[in-house]
């Protein structure tokens, strides 16, 4: 069992963390602060939780992933997220993206296909005192449409094109950021804005994420 980290030491990583994100690109204030108030450590468990504060992707339950902070921060930074937004995620995963997404949005959906993976991010957002998410088992390439129009949509999943269900449930004016490709090894994340005459597409980078799965886990 490791000992918790001091004061200093717990200052010098959060340095440490905070420049790594800002030497690959993530500059916004805001998006910066929200990182800052949200500790990784606290979702990420077992044998990776002392590799929680490298950028780096690492495994969670469900053969899930915890995407890597600085791409959660450059994905966050191209949502460009205002504090009177509705967000829909797609992939709760560990909750992470979510918690960081409460601090800026006025509203934050998470759905996830995985029962327990919601079930252990809602118990991580309650603890952490995050009444802005509500996290739905659900299958995520659906969306929400009970919920919708969105004003920002994140899917932290890979599906070959953007699906149809999800670019229907952004407003006007709204964004969506997600990864694209057809398999885990060629993958772009791109940026999609909705305008009155349709939607534009703008390829942002490479990025490996885990495909978007139609159906609900079994779990």
């Known amino acids: 069992m490791t000992e918790a980290p001091g004061p200093e030491e717990e200052a010098e990583r959060k340095m440490r963390f905070l420049y790594t994100l800002r030497s690959k690109g993530v500059t916004d ?13 606290a979702f990420v468990k077992g044998l ?26 450059l994905m966050t930074l191209a949502l460009e997220v205002s504090p009177r937004d509705k967000v829909l995620e797609v992939g709760t995963g560990s909750g992470y993206q979510a918690a960081i997404l409460s601090h800026l949005a006025r509203r934050v959906y998470t759905v996830d296909r995985h029962r327990r993976l919601v079930r252990e991010a809602d118990a991580l957002f309650r603890a952490l005192n995050l009444p802005n998410i509500t996290a739905i088992v659900g299958d ?13 949509i994140i899917v932290t ?6 699906p149809g269900p999800l670019l229907a449930q952004l407003r006007i004016g709204g964004i969506m950021v997600l990864p694209v490709g057809q398999s885990d090894t060629v993958q772009s994340l791109i940026k999609v804005r909705r305008s009155d005459h349709g939607y534009e597409y703008e390829e942002l980078r490479p990025v490996r994420f885990v495909p978007l799965v139609e159906g609900l886990g079994q779990d």
């Open 29 to 41: 204030a805001r998006v910066l602060s929200a990182m800052e108030k949200v500790d990784r450590g």
């Open 48 to 73: 990776f939780a002392e590799r929680a504060y490298e950028d780096m992707p690492l495994p969670i339950a469900c053969g899930q992933t915890i995407s890597q902070p600085s791409v959660v921060g």
């Open 140 to 152: 995520g390439s659906h969306g929400l449409p009970d919920q919708a129009p969105f004003d920002r």
């Open 157 to 162: 999943a890979a599906a070959e094109d953007p």
